[in-house]
């Protein structure tokens, strides 16, 4: 029982993260300039990530300088580019979508990948997810901008797999997950410098209220968000962990009935009670102990052996 409630306390930490990822888009639409993808990934991640170095300064070393750009660029800079891309492009309802095929490509490569035992019911709760989030979020007017659709599919394809490389590669002995973070973000973030330099350049002013939406996206949206995630993905298997990035569209839904004055329709709320079936769903597939291999298990880096022991021992 005190294990069941542990598990749980993780989890629900965790979901913080994707649960906050849910505002962005109505701060993006709210908050921030027009039409600069580019410039606002790299000011929700630059900034983010020289804040944890400054909190916990320590620098990669050996092969961790290599795998710190590979996560920093799958997990931040190209899906945080593409993301917003997406964002700019398409209503927020299909780039929810577009990524609700996320749980469907981690459960995919975890198999492959981790050698993680991936249940059918992780891929009907995959299938049934997409199909909620269709109809929680799709208008009929929706317009589909074949760059916007790429640009989504893209940023999905990238994050899922920085999701598993996350897993599989673990952290450096010794590091801590706030340094760990701030690795990724900087790199991720000082990825997208240069593109937004030559293909947006920079705005000639900027408002309090854009200087606000900067702010939260750097230090609520994304420093927090992805610490809390980043140490999920440490302790939770990745085929588990990654259906909570069905939260986002979720809360995007309740922030645009809360702040927007948005009103859901009938099959917006079959689409609503379906993705939550779903989620709940997934989070029954899984069992302490079953689907870490030894390799796994080897290569996480800190901490013990096993995702339960290392929610006891506070890791």
Avoid: C
């Amino acid at each position: 029982m005190q294990r069941d409630s542990r598990q749980l306390r993780l989890l629900m930490t965790t979901a913080i993260g994707p649960a906050l990822w849910g505002t962005t888009y109505y701060v993006t639409t709210e908050w921030l300039p027009d039409g600069r993808p580019l410039l606002v990934g790299a000011m929700r991640a630059l900034p983010a990530g020289l804040l944890l170095l400054a909190l916990a300064p320590r620098l990669p070393v050996g092969d961790w300088w290599w795998k710190t750009a590979v996560l920093g660029v799958t997990n931040i800079g190209a899906f945080f580019g593409l993301l917003f891309v997406a964002a700019y492009e398409l209503p927020g309802g299909v780039a929810g979508t577009l990524g609700a095929v996320q749980p469907l490509i981690v459960a995919t490569l975890s198999a492959l990948v981790l050698m993680e035992r991936v249940r059918p019911r992780v891929f009907v709760a995959g299938l049934s997810a997409v199909l909620g989030v269709a109809l929680l979020v799709l208008r009929g007017e929706a317009a589909m901008s074949p760059l916007g659709v790429l640009a989504g599919l893209a940023a999905t394809l990238s994050m899922s797999i920085g999701v598993v490389l996350t897993k599989r590669w673990g952290r450096p002995a010794g590091v801590s997950l706030l340094t760990f973070t701030g690795w990724m973000l900087t790199a991720g973030g000082a990825a997208l410098v240069l593109p937004t330099l030559l293909l947006e350049g920079l705005p000639r002013t900027v408002t309090w209220a854009q200087a606000a939406g900067f702010a939260y996206m750097a230090l609520i949206n994304t420093a927090l968000a992805y610490g809390l995630w980043v140490r999920g993905l440490q302790l939770l298997p990745a085929s588990r962990a990654t259906y909570l990035t069905l939260l986002p569209p979720l809360v995007a839904t309740l922030v645009g009935v809360a702040l927007a004055g948005e009103r859901l329709t009938g099959w917006q709320g079959v689409g609503f009670t379906i993705t939550v079936a779903s989620f709940a769903l997934a989070q029954t597939t899984w069992r302490p102990g079953r689907s870490w291999p030894r390799a796994a298990r080897g290569a996480r880096g800190p901490g013990p052996a096993s995702p339960t022991a290392a929610v006891a021992s506070g890791h």
